[in-house]
């Protein structure tokens, strides 16, 4: 988007964290905003900072799990302010645990949360986005869990955040041409309430019980010792601007994607001069490749 000024931008996981930062750089760029959480009580407190300094803002609590909530939330946001132009899709929680310690429960709500709930978001508001002709843009967040494997305990929320990067990277691809950009963040650590996710988990997902959010002691102090949250809102808002497409809050990490690459490549070429492979000659290749 070239102008962001008295647009309206709809963000999930608004109460807090990178959500709240992000509202926070999208007023100060005069933004209108609708905020969603899960977390009534959280959500009002930030109301109240906004309309305090003044802000357009409205908001709704909505759990993304719950696709009629999401679809409500975008009639609301549309009965708020007649249009919407940018969508946050950044609600996020975990639980950790290996898949032997993992329940179905847990998975159900990683998933849920992190992966459908983008869904969600993108079917719910892209045509209302499609729908007034002016610029828009959708961003998502994921996570360097969405770049490599984040080790052992990780598994539901490494598949969702895999599936945000990619789901999004299909969706650029479908708007290629139009006025609506697309983003995803990847951020590293920042430090947010994340750890206290399992407060947000709804009965209908059990409970987390000793499960944690971060699996590993040395995990959650790099949390703690993370970027600050309204930093990521402004290097959002930088993307929207500018229509770029990865935004990494620690572009350090670059290292570990290219190990996981180096790995990749390595299997490439052990499977080119594998037997069974060589003696096929097996053909269609070629094609494949151009397509991709
Ligand atoms: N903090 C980090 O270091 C880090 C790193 C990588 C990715 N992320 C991702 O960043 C995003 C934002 O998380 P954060 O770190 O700011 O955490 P946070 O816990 O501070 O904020 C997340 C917000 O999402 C809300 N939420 C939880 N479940 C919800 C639901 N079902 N529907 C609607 N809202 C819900 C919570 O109430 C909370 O306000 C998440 O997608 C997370 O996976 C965080």
Redesign the pocket.
């Known amino acids: 988007m070239k102008n962001v000024k008295g647009k309206t931008a709809f963000i999930?996981?608004a109460?807090?964290?990178?959500?709240l930062g992000m509202a926070r750089a999208f007023a100060n760029a005069g933004m209108k905003l609708m905020l969603?959480?899960?977390?009534q009580e959280?959500l009002a407190e930030v109301e109240k900072e906004f309309k305090a300094n003044k802000i357009d803002v409205g908001t709704i609590v909505?759990?993304?799990?719950q696709r009629d909530q999401v679809v409500a939330a975008a009639d609301a946001t549309i009965e708020r302010f007649g249009k919407v132009h940018v969508l946050c899709n950044?609600?996020?929680?975990?639980v950790g645990g290996t898949y032997e310690e993992l329940s179905q429960q847990d998975w159900d709500w990683v998933i849920g949360?992190?992966q459908l709930?983008v869904q969600y978001g993108i079917s719910a508001f892209l045509p209302k986005i499609k729908l007034h002709g002016e610029e828009g843009h959708i961003m998502s967040?994921f996570?360097?869990?969405g770049m490599v494997n984040a080790g052992p305990g990780w598994a539901p929320y490494n598949a969702s955040k895999f599936a945000v990067v990619i789901m999004s990277e299909v969706l650029k691809s479908e708007l290629k041409g139009t006025d609506i950009g697309v983003s995803v963040l990847c951020?590293?650590?920042?430090s947010?309430?994340?750890i206290?996710?399992a407060k947000?988990r709804p009965e209908e997902f059990g409970s987390s019980g000793d499960k944690p959010a971060i699996p590993g002691d040395d995990m959650a102090q790099f949390?703690e010792l993370?970027l600050d949250?309204d930093v990521v809102g402004r290097l959002v808002l930088e993307g929207i601007l500018q229509n770029q497409f990865y935004l990494f809050t620690d572009p350090r990490m670059l290292k570990a994607v290219e190990r996981r690459f180096d790995k990749i490549r390595q299997g490439f070429e052990w499977s080119a001069h594998s037997q069974s492979l060589v003696d096929s000659k097996a053909p269609g290749a070629d094609v494949a490749v151009e397509y991709l």
């Open positions: 999930t996981g109460a807090s964290g990178m959500g969603a959480d899960i977390d959280q909505c759990d993304v799990t950044n609600a996020g929680i975990n949360v992190n709930g967040t996570s360097m869990a951020p590293g650590a920042v947010t309430n994340i206290d996710a947000h949390l993370g949250p």
